[in-house]
């Protein structure tokens, strides 16, 4: 049985951070394309940042220069860190497996997480 488990969420002021880690069991987790996603209430779902299996990493431009993912193999972990938080990257932010198309530059989901809510604000 698969399962992404994310961790870290919660509640920061407007310019401090954050660092979610996502756990995943019941897949060869280096052979798997990383990615985050968020959703804010009443947005459609939207990608944040995403690395491949080789450990290249792509950014939305709402977390450019913000936000850095990473993955740790040995873990089945994969991280984002977020610096310099603003109100409007409040959203529950999910993580998923899949794999990389570079045709079009970017991962297609296989298996999703339950989400950890992240809430910016004075």
């Known amino acids: 049985q698969v399962q992404l488990v994310e961790s870290g969420g919660g509640w920061v002021q407007p310019g401090g951070s954050l660092r979610l880690s996502c756990a995943a069991s019941g897949i060869i987790f280096s052979g798997y394309a990383m990615g985050w996603y968020r959703q804010a209430p009443g947005k459609q779902r939207e990608l944040v940042a995403t690395i491949t299996s080789a450990g290249i990493r792509n950014y939305a431009d709402s977390g450019k220069g913000r936000f850095t993912i990473s993955r740790d193999n040995a873990k089945s972990t994969v991280y984002l860190e977020m610096n310099s938080l603003k109100p409007e990257d409040t959203a529950v932010y999910s993580c998923?497996?899949?794999?990389?198309?570079?045709?079009?530059?970017?991962?297609?989901?296989?298996?999703w997480g339950q989400g950890t809510q992240v809430t910016v604000s004075a």
């Open positions: 998923n497996a899949g794999i990389w198309r570079r045709d079009i530059a970017t991962i297609v989901p296989t298996y």
